[in-house]
């Protein structure tokens, strides 16, 4: 490699900016990614509902070196001989999923502050599926405002942290 390729990668990693942040529910804990994800992916395995309090979990897949924790440090549960799954010790948010000594870690998508940008494209753990996941578009449904009402909703003081740093 010559010393201009180094120098120009120096340059790029001094003055890349995040792609896409996001964090706990608190604030505590918060990430950045510089580079799009290598997949992301659902997860319908029995270990990834339980850790996710869900029927099901969703996972942008991240390179090591395009990630990182920008404000505290997230605490982890090895959920079994060859993964740690983080989460905030403060509010309890699912975080992550990762290999132990893994190239990549796999961060939940709904704790991205832009969500909607991280498409998935496979799902694995299907053997756990539940039945009523493929039907969920064709149960009646309501938004938040049309749940609560205006009034109701707007007395409502929420405790999350806003979609930006
Ligand atoms: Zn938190
Ligand atoms: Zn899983």
């Known amino acids: 490699m ?3 390729t180094t120098s120009a990668e ?3 990693s ?3 900016k995040p792609l896409l942040s996001g964090g706990c529910q608190c604030g505590a804990i918060r990430f950045a990614i510089t580079a799009a994800p290598l997949k992301v992916s659902i997860c319908h395995c029995r270990m990834c509902q339980k850790a ?3 029927p099901f979990a969703s996972f942008a897949d991240i390179a090591r070196e ?3 924790w920008t404000r505290g440090t997230p605490a982890a549960f090895r959920s079994s001989s060859i993964a740690m799954r983080d989460f905030c ?3 309890g948010t699912p975080l992550s999923f990762r290999r132990i000594d893994g190239p990549s870690i796999e961060i939940m998508t709904g704790t991205f ?3 909607d940008r991280m498409i998935p494209t496979r799902q694995y753990g299907t053997e756990s599926r539940l039945g009523w996941v493929v039907g969920i578009a064709n149960l009646p449904s309501q938004t938040t405002l049309q749940n609560y009402g205006s009034e109701k ?3 409502i003081v929420s405790h999350q942290h806003p979609d930006h740093d």
Do not use: M
């Open 52 to 54: 996710s309090g869900a």
């Open 14 to 16: 001094e003055t890349t």
């Open 113 to 115: 502050d832009h969500p």
């Open 2 to 4: 010559s010393a201009e």
């Open 10 to 12: 120096t340059t790029k």
């Open 66 to 68: 395009n990630f990182s």
């Open 89 to 91: 010790a403060s509010c």
């Open 153 to 155: 909703l707007g007395g």
